[in-house]
Nanobody
Framework: QVHLVESGGGTVQTGGSLRLSCTVSGLAFNDYAMGWFRQVPGTQREFIARITRTALNEIKDYSTSVAGRFTISRDNAKNTVYLQMNSLKLEDTAVYYC??????????????????WGQGTQVTVSS
């Protein structure tokens, strides 16, 4: 069975930092691109960042809302993808999800192209 376990969420003041982790089991982690999404209750899930598999040079892309502040990375030896979040803003408050991209065609920002998801971890940014 494929499992994604997230950690690192919490509450932080504006301007602060958090590092989210997501450890994957049950598949060949190195063979898949990974993504991070976030969701505010009652809204659609929002793409945040992606990283391609290492064989494709770990290319990174970010949403406009987080570019320059967030960094996605992966450690294949640990089957883990990370999201370093700096300069946090109030509008970054959301539940954050990691996901495995199972459909490589189409847009990397489309949540429907990711077949396995973590349980989500809450990030709350306070003033």
């Amino acid at each position: 069975q494929v499992h994604l376990v997230e950690s690192g969420g919490g509450t932080v003041q504006t301007g602060g930092s958090l590092r989210l982790s997501c450890t994957v089991s049950g598949l060949a982690f190195n063979d898949y691109a990974m993504g991070w999404f976030r969701q505010v209750p009652g809204t659609q899930r929002e793409f945040i960042a992606r990283i391609t598999r290492t064989a494709l040079n770990e290319i990174k892309d970010y949403s406009t809302s987080v570019a320059g502040r967030f960094t996605i990375s992966r450690d294949n030896a640990k089957n883990t993808v990370y999201l370093q979040m700096n300069s946090l803003k109030l509008e970054d408050t959301a539940v954050y999800y990691c996901a495995v991209r199972t459909i490589p065609s189409g847009s990397y920002s489309y949540a429907g192209n990711y077949g396995y998801w973590g349980q989500g971890t809450q990030v709350t940014v306070s003033s």
